[in-house]
């Protein structure tokens, strides 16, 4: 059975990937995925000084302006989990 912590803290590494690779808006929306599954679960996902998934987050926030934000963590929260790793897989193959 997989953890459903790991999930979420999976889901933030992707997301944090997608914003290294320059894909702000596909990051917070995989975040947003995250963050609902998280909050459906029940889990709080503890950020640690050695995870620095959230950083990169935070950075694609920044580097967006807020109307893209909102629309991206608009998005995010309608994923189910499967198409938030979709999102991943898609753009992984559209550019590799």
Not at 40 to 67: H, K
């Amino acid at each position: 059975m997989a953890s459903v912590r790991g999930v979420g803290l999976a889901l933030i590494g992707i997301a944090a990937t997608e914003a290294v690779e320059g894909r702000p808006e596909q990051a917070l929306q995989i975040a947003a995925a995250a963050e609902v599954h998280a909050m459906q679960e029940g889990i709080v996902n503890v950020y640690s000084e050695q995870a620095l998934g959230r950083e990169f987050v935070d950075r694609a926030r920044t580097a967006l302006p807020e109307e893209a934000v909102t629309r991206a963590t608009k998005v995010g929260r309608e994923l189910t989990i499967k198409q938030a790793l979709g999102l991943a897989r898609h753009l992984d193959a559209a550019t590799g």
